[in-house]
């Protein structure tokens, strides 16, 4: 079975810094996609990046980049220039590509933006 | 194009009730996926509708159940409820593919009493 681990429980950074969120994940599948999604207090799970596991170029999304690294399994989520905005639960999923299509989740890492 | 939506957004019910819970999913979306929040045990999958038929199902009991009607809408009905069924439900909707993202609602904050 597949696992999602998200080893930060929280973190914090100044706004306008940059900070990492780490994700690893465990597998036997070759082809699946990962997701980062984040959660602000009203609870709305918004979509942040996806990357396929097929694609060795590290998906960008503005000011949102990920480092996957397949054979490590780790899929980190960097933010650039932190806004207030940002603050908010991010969670690490996992999806396959060919069996059962539902997310796997981490349980979150909470992100605090200092201003 | 409309979000996913889902009604209620809060319900409180005591322990023995029954609940019905209505998703939307975005116009042309295919899936629905359920999936209970809760501090303790984090987000878990609850099962996945395509075109009217149970594709997939997570490891819940029986007590919970769910139907896709013709409009891809979608319904979660929790019978006998418990207080461990206290949590937020989320749905999700995606075309219904492989590579397809999953959108999700506001979720129902449900409080068992």
């Known amino acids: 079975a597949q696992t999602v681990t998200q080893s930060q429980p929280e973190m914090s950074v100044q706004e306008a810094e940059t900070v990492t969120l780490s994700c690893t994940y465990d597998t036997s599948e070759s082809d699946y996609y990962l997701f980062w999604y984040k959660q602000p207090p009203s609870r709305q799970m918004i979509l942040v990046i996806r990357?396929?596991?097929?694609k060795q170029q590290n998906a960008t999304e503005n000011r949102f980049s990920v480092n996957f690294q397949k054979a490590a399994k780790s899929f980190s989520l960097k933010i650039s220039d932190s806004q207030l905005g940002d603050a908010a639960m991010y969670f690490c999923?996992?999806?396959?590509?060919?069996?059962?299509?539902?997310?796997?989740w981490g349980a979150g890492t909470k992100l605090i933006i200092k201003p | 194009k409309a979000g996913v939506t889902q009604t209620p957004r809060y319900l409180i019910k005591t322990r023995g009730q029954q609940v019905t819970l209505s998703c939307s999913p975005i116009s042309g979306h295919r899936s629905v996926s359920w999936y209970q929040q809760t501090p303790g045990q984090g987000l878990q999958f609850l099962f996945e509708y395509f075109s009217e038929t149970q594709r997939n199902k997570g490891n819940f009991p029986g007590r919970f159940s769910g139907r896709q009607f013709s409009n891809s809408r979608s319904e979660m009905n929790v019978s006998t409820l418990e207080l461990g069924d206290s949590a937020l439900y989320l749905c999700?909707?995606?075309?219904?593919?492989?590579?397809?993202?999953?959108?999700f609602g506001p979720g129902t904050r449900l409080t068992v009493l």
């Open positions: 999923a996992y999806r396959s590509a060919w069996s059962n299509y539902q997310l796997i």
């Open positions: 990357q396929e596991a097929y």
């Open positions: 999700a909707s995606s075309g219904g593919g492989a590579a397809d993202t999953q959108y």
